[in-house]
């Protein structure tokens, strides 16, 4: 029978095999004296960070915070908290100068205004990408809109035409692709390997930027749900303001969940369902295991399959092409 336990993992034994595998694969094979993990806050850049002081120790570890004008504080006070958790100093570095530079904000906020012409970031003005939030009711698609919070903290909320939904996205994505090449910088200058802090969901679902936190040496953590992670976090001790921390983007200057912005239900649910449709548990089991319906389900596996379906382009490597 389906149950919930589908998740469940021994983390120390995952643990072991991550650290042993990690070693194996940045020293043997990527001949690499150690890793760099850009540290967020959250938890799986958490997780990543204390497998990687396991596999290298801390002296060979280089934990990298990348904040920018839009980040949230606390993210930076957690990465420094969960670096002197596990002994290894974190370097700060502001990438603001550098998303200025490339005109970041200015091309986000040029899209943002064409459909909010009173936005202005200076005076206080706040903005994010949403999808509808009631997959679990009704069948949506992943269309965007466009909500912007006032200074005096009211919030209104557009449809966000194609256009301007990818001169959003294509500017916001100037954010990882920064935080990437720091991150290679930080990783070249000590002969070592960036290491990924992507989680199955954000793989599998197209929730990370090509050439920016997709682009790394080694996922260690590709394979997990998010609830597993969660799993492996109190198992290697993460700090518990971590483990208690709700999942954001940090991306939009205003505050946001991912599952707002990106997965539209809780990971509890989601990776059960991910799990059943993988195993091709019965439906049946499914909708009396979760106290959905067989239509709530099947929207979902719907959805996932969009998901899947349309960012395939993310996962797929350069091609090479054919020569005669």
């Keep these: 029978m389906f149950s919930k336990s589908i998740l469940d993992i021994d983390p120390a034994v995952e643990t072991e095999r991550l650290v042993n595998e990690l070693r194996l694969t ?8 150690g890793g760099v993990v850009g540290v967020s806050g959250g938890i799986d850049s958490s997780v990543v960070l204390a497998l990687a002081v396991r596999a290298f120790g801390p002296g060979r570890v280089a934990a990298i915070s990348l904040p920018e004008k839009d980040s949230e504080p606390e993210s930076v006070e957690l990465a420094r908290c969960v670096a002197q958790h596990y002994g290894v100093p974190l370097i700060v570095e502001d990438i603001t100068e550098a998303l200025t530079g490339f005109g970041c904000y200015r091309r986000r906020d040029e899209a943002i205004r064409r459909i909010f012409p009173e936005y202005n970031a200076q005076a206080g003005y706040r903005a994010k990408l949403v999808l509808p939030q009631n997959l679990l009711e009704e069948e949506s698609l992943n269309l965007f809109s466009l909500t912007v ?21 294509a500017a916001s994505n100037f954010k990882q ?15 070592y390997a960036v290491i990924g802090t992507g989680n ?13 936190d997709g682009g790394v040496d080694v996922q260690p953590i590709s394979h997990l749900l998010k609830t597993q992670i969660y799993q492996l976090a109190a198992y290697l001790n993460v700090p518990e303001p971590i ?17 707002e912005f990106f997965f539209r ?8 369902l ?32 969009r998901k899947r379906r349309t960012t395939d382009y993310l996962r797929t490597p350069p091609i090479s092409l054919p020569f005669d």
Aim: aromatic content about 10%; charged content about 30%.
């Design 200 to 212: 199955k969901n954000e793989h599998e679902q197209g929730f990370f930027v090509k050439f920016g």
């Design 274 to 305: 991910w799990c059943a449709q993988e195993h091709k548990a019965p439906i049946t089991e499914v909708s009396e295991v979760m106290a959905l319906t067989p239509d709530q389900i099947e929207r979902i596996y719907r959805d996932f399959n």
């Design 243 to 259: 483990q208690q921390r709700l999942p954001t983007t940090d991306t939009y200057s205003a505050h946001q969940s991912q599952e």
């Design 177 to 191: 692709r920064t935080r990437m090449a720091m991150l290679y910088y930080h990783a070249e200058k000590r002969n």
């Design 26 to 33: 940045v020293q043997k094979r990527l001949q690499r004296r």
């Design 149 to 169: 919070v006032a200074p005096d903290g009211t919030e209104e909320t557009k449809y966000l035409p194609l256009h301007e939904y990818l001169q959003v996205v």
């Design 265 to 272: 239900i809780p990971f509890d649910v989601m990776d059960v």
